[in-house]
Nanobody
Framework: QVQLVESGGGLVQPGGSLRLSCASS????????MGWYRQAPGKQRELVAD???????NYADSVKGRFTISRDNAKNTVYLQMNSLKPEDTAVYYC?????????????????WGQGTQVTVSS
């Protein structure tokens, strides 16, 4: 059974930082591309960052230069370091495992999602 468990969310002031983690089990993590998504109230889920099995990364324009995705294959975990947070980063953040790349973009696997972790950026 595949499990993805996100953690590290919380309330932070604008300009602050958070580090999200997504621990996986039930998959061969090292051969899976991974993605971080977010969904704000009333908005569609959007891709924030993804990382290939070889460690290549891609970012949404809105987070480039502020967020960093990384992976630790020994711990079966993917991370999202978020710096210089803005109120518009407020959302539930989800990780996805095993997506595919098509036309240069990461497409999520529909059945491999975590439960999400809330990030709120507010003063």
């Amino acid at each position: 059974q595949v499990q993805l468990v996100e953690s590290g969310g919380g309330l932070v002031q604008p300009g602050g930082s958070l580090r999200l983690s997504c621990a996986s089990s039930g998959i061969i993590f090292s051969i899976k591309a991974m993605g971080w998504y977010r969904q704000a109230p009333g908005k569609q889920r959007e891709l924030v960052a993804d990382i290939t099995t070889g460690g290549s990364t891609n970012y949404a324009d809105s987070v480039k230069g502020r967020f960093t995705i990384s992976r630790d294959n020994a711990k079966n975990t993917v991370y999202l370091q978020m710096n210089s947070l803005k109120p518009e980063d407020t959302a539930v953040y989800y990780c996805n495992a095993g997506g595919v790349y098509s036309r240069g973009s990461y497409w999520p696997r529909s059945d491999y999602w975590g439960q999400g972790t809330q990030v709120t950026v507010s003063s």
